[in-house]
């Protein structure tokens, strides 16, 4: 309702008050409410409508989305760039026509969706996520590019990533072995001619928005919020280990000093290191 409720119990018990002092009587109580009455009502009808609907949206979804099947970037950009420039497809999408093919038929059956409305293809969610990775861009942008909503890019991102490590973490990073260190220092000594070599170590900064309540726990050396993730990589330039969750303001050697590979080093028992570690 529009009705002001709190002022006109504000003026009604200063109303009843001033009665009791002798200063109003009942005529002039009952003016007093109807001119209050009055001004609400003409309130009420100055207010601008609400449009039909529960909801109260102009569109049951927006025009620039409507054409999605026409113009979006998954049935325009990306099959006209498979077919005339697979170098462009690699550098939209940081892979291969061919690797995305493979890629989406590993991931496809985790995917699928089921709706009453048309459901967004395996294929473009693989698609999305890829971008996304690749670019950097904002899920606003990519947005516009694809023809989807803001808010189901967010959750196509998290879904398919999720996927991506859930089928991918045991071919990307296997079980180390005695066999693994031992490949891996022969490589090293046969590709880049140094001996006795089981992988090369970096740590890179990768910028966080603040966590709440952090304080200055996650503020680096770069002056921002920042997380670092460490890895051992092999002679093919492949991960091997990785490290990540540490806060920015750790250095390299600390991080490494607490990790499960320097951990598996001093006890000299690399087969008990874990590949992924947070």
Known sequence: MCWHWEKTVTLLALLRKRRRQGYINRRT??????????SCLHKCQDQPQ?????????????PLFRSHDEFGAWNTLIPLLRETDEDLFFNFLRMTPGSFDRLLKKVSPFLQKKSWRKAIDPGERLAITLR?????????????????????????????????????????????SQDTWLRTSAEFEVMWNIPHCVGA???????VKAFPHSGSRWFGYKKVHCMTLLAVS???????????????????ANIFHKSTFAQGLRKKNLESSSPMSC
């Open 234 to 252: 092999d002679a093919k330039h492949k991960f091997s280990i990785v490290e990540t969750g540490a806060s920015g303001k750790r250095a390299d």
């Open 50 to 62: 609400r449009p039909h609907g529960k909801s109260g949206r102009r569109w049951w979804q927006r």
């Open 132 to 176: 996304y990775l690749a670019s950097g861009d904002s899920q606003t942008s990519l947005s516009y590019l694809f023809r989807v909503l803001s808010p189901a890019i967010c959750r196509i991102v998290l879904e398919v990533t999720t996927v991506l490590w859930s089928v991918l973490k045991t071919e990307v990073f296997p079980e180390l």
């Open 201 to 207: 170590i970096d740590g890179k900064q990768v910028q």
């Open 29 to 38: 109580r009952k003016l007093s409410l109807l001119i209050l009455a009055s």
